[in-house]
């Protein structure tokens, strides 16, 4: 198994409908994330057994884990303030500088070269197609509309992705 140019294996973990569950939201699912209110906002579901199977997993990394999320300026503020106010980076051991931003999904790649990526959790199939190639686990979390490809690795849960991400 090749794990990126240090030999480790590193992974990757997209944020909104892979750990921050807006479209479970009481109060109208991912416009109450995205255009409510500051306590709307942050009353915002994780996904279910998100945070404790990604600390999980951060121990599994020996702590190589990063989140790279696609977002504009606002909705990136807004997702800091969430992980700040669910204890994220406590309840999972990644730091607060592991977690990166861009503002197109095929900009993802260049997190996955520049970090080594060899594992990658996402839900949307574009930023699987934009990284193929450069990590080889990818994991496509949640209902999918189409077949994953038999190049990818399907994962409804976050039990099901604990279970078939190595490490």
């Known amino acids: 198994m090749n794990h990126s140019r240090t030999g480790e294996a590193r ?19 991912d ?25 999980r997993l951060t121990a599994r990394f020996e702590g190589r884990v990063w989140l790279v999320s696609k977002c504009g300026q606002r909705v990136q503020d807004r997702t800091l303030r969430w992980l700040d106010a669910h204890d994220f ?23 996955c070269l520049d970090l080594g990526l060899t594992h990658f959790v996402d839900d949307h199939p574009e930023v699987h197609d934009a990284i193929r190639g450069t990590v080889e686990f990818q994991y496509f979390f ?10 990818g690795i399907h994962v409804p849960t976050w039990a099901d992705a ?4 190595g490490g």
């Open 11 to 29: 992974l990757g973990i997209d944020i909104g409908r892979v750990i921050i569950d807006g479209s479970s939201h009481p109060a109208g699912g």
């Open 89 to 111: 980076y406590g309840r999972t051991g990644i730091p607060r500088e592991r977690v990166r931003f861009c503002r197109a999904r095929r900009d993802k790649r260049g997190h």
């Open 142 to 151: 949640g209902p999918q509309k189409n077949p994953v490809p038999d190049w």
């Open 31 to 55: 416009t109450a994330f995205f255009s409510g209110d500051e306590d709307t906002m942050l009353s915002t579901p994780e996904m279910d057994g998100a945070l404790p199977a990604i600390g």
């Open 162 to 165: 604990e279970r078939r991400i």
